[in-house]
């Protein structure tokens, strides 16, 4: 059934001439017909790169919103328009004006994990990879990050600058503790623990390392270590254990479920492209100023 529906879903995307992404969370059989995987904004970039003329973007909404961003002229396509990020969404261009005639103007470094509208009212976007770099880049001394405090305070950690936090946050990556990471790594202890900068300060401060979705690929791939344990969502594991088959990967807690990630199903991404829906199109008045952000970040992070 599954092998009969993957065929179907192929021969359309080569009869659309369209390019299926998929996230590092996303269900295992999606990211194994996808013909991209990775972190948001680097499938977003490689998207870009393709001769593709539509692209169906398996993740959450402020993801398809990217890949219009820095695709405008491609048809994006989002199989699940009910898939949203409950962090994204605890911001809106309103609330971050009225935050900055509270703070004074100041530079707003934003989340890649936001909605296009708020990119267009930041100076300049971030990842969980760049951050730091992004934030030590800016000449001025205050700045306001938004919308995650968890990263925001990890790269306040690393950072000699003034640096307010939005009180935004992952409700996934947010409610791990450090008891629940004492526990797994009691189970085992010859594993290394891997966190997402999106979890708590006292959750990250007992990691062996910070790193993004892909970063953590990455480490494990490079790591002579044989053994991890995933402080992220646990749809990681599944690329995780792709890349390095002769290795353990440990979910740090059963809890690391994000719902939204997990919503399209092949059966959605089929209908989608019978339909060719739901289109996800940023207005240029919007996707102008939050291309901007997105473009002083990829200057600085390729210098
Ligand atoms: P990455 O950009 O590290 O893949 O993270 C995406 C995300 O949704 C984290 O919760
Ligand atoms: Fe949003 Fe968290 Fe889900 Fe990522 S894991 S999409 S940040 S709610």
Known sequence: MTDSLAQEIRALLKEHNAILLAHNYQRPEIQDIADLTGDSLDLSIRAAKTDAGVIVFCGVRFMAETASVVSPDKTVLMPRMDAGCPMADMITPEALKAKLAEL???????????????????TICCTSANAVAVVNSLAEDEILMTPDRNLCQY?????????????????????????????????????????????????????????????????????????????????LIHPLQKANPHKSFYGVSESMVCQDMKRTTLDDVLTSLRTMTHVVKVPKEVRVPASMAVERMIGITSR
């Open 104 to 122: 004074g103007e100041m530079p707003v470094v934003t989340y890649v994990n936001s909605t296009a509208s708020v990119k267009a009212h930041s």
């Open 155 to 235: 790269v306040a950690s690393k950072s000699t600058k003034k640096i307010h936090c939005w009180d935004g946050y992952c409700p996934i990556h947010d409610q791990l503790t450090d008891e629940e990471v004492m526990k797994a790594r009691a189970a085992h202890p010859e594993a290394l623990f891997m966190a997402h900068p999106e979890c708590r300060p006292e959750v990250l401060a007992l990691a062996d390392a910070v790193l993004s979705t892909s970063g953590m690929i990455n480490f494990a791939k490079h790591s002579d270590k044989a053994s991890f344990i995933v402080g992220t969502e646990e749809g």
